[in-house]
């Protein structure tokens, strides 16, 4: 007799570098990131004191930042306990910045200290002034230990990660600098080297809109290459997509 219940097939996810979360919808999406967020949150109190969160500009982490403030479930993160970072200056166009993200979400809701909040300073020496703050910050922690603990970013039109520039020809050491050209213009940004250090980046990708650079990435050889500047050293790289993004 055959079986009366069949099973959907799993839906194939696209091959990008790193583990993939695939949700239903952006709303299932915001918070399986959340709860990633929240759980390496505590884990990094417990075991450090402190919880280095670097942020980049989105619609999606805007909505994410904006659960974060609502959602019962998510109401004890440590804010108290939260150095919170600007991983990029600027923003593509019609897209909320960093800085806006933390000035309009985070900045009055969270409960975090101001003296916690580290933007971007301003001038010629901007991107070296940032970098001090973070070795000063950083720096209490132990030799190794030393690194951000969750970056929230996505992928870009122009292939890099937030204005975080992928594939330019940066040396080893430097953790900010500036860059010039490609669809953010110029920009003070981590460099990938420093991302690459982090224990969890976490990279979000909903709507339609997001389809053909997800496919491109996927199929392509070259920028798969590029992106391997992103590939954190014992930490988690995860993508987080809904099926409009991945195409189902």
Not at 197 to 219: D, K, Y
């Amino acid at each position: 007799m055959p079986d009366p219940y069949e099973l959907a097939p799993e839906p194939i996810t696209p091959d990008l570098p790193g583990e993939v979360v695939l949700s239903e919808s952006e709303e299932e999406l915001i918070d399986a990131a959340a709860s990633d967020l929240f759980l390496q949150a505590a884990t990094c109190v417990r075991t450090f004191g402190d919880f280095h969160l670097a942020i980049t500009g989105g619609r999606v982490q805007e909505h994410l930042c904006m659960r974060l403030m609502v959602d019962p479930k998510f109401r004890s993160l440590p804010w108290t306990r939260t150095q919170l970072w600007v991983a990029t200056q600027g923003a593509l166009p019609d897209e909320p910045a960093g800085t806006e993200i933390i000035d309009e979400v985070l900045r009055d809701f969270a409960g975090i200290p101001r003296s916690q909040i580290h933007l971007v300073p301003t001038g010629q020496a901007a991107h070296e002034d940032y970098e001090r703050q973070i070795l000063e910050s950083l720096g209490w922690r132990e030799r190794g230990h030393d690194r951000l603990d969750f970056v929230l970013a996505s992928l870009d039109s122009d292939g890099s990660v937030a204005g975080i520039g992928t594939g330019e020809d940066l040396a080893g050491g430097r953790i900010v600098t500036t860059y010039h050209g490609g669809a953010r213009g110029h920009r003070v940004a981590m460099t990938p080297w420093f991302v690459s250090g982090t224990r969890f980046l976490a990279l979000l990708a909903s709507g339609r809109a997001a389809r053909p650079h997800i496919a491109r990435l996927a199929s392509s050889a070259a920028d798969r290459r590029a992106f391997n500047d992103l590939i954190p050293l014992n930490g988690v790289r995860r993508w987080y997509l809904d099926r409009a993004a991945a195409g189902l």
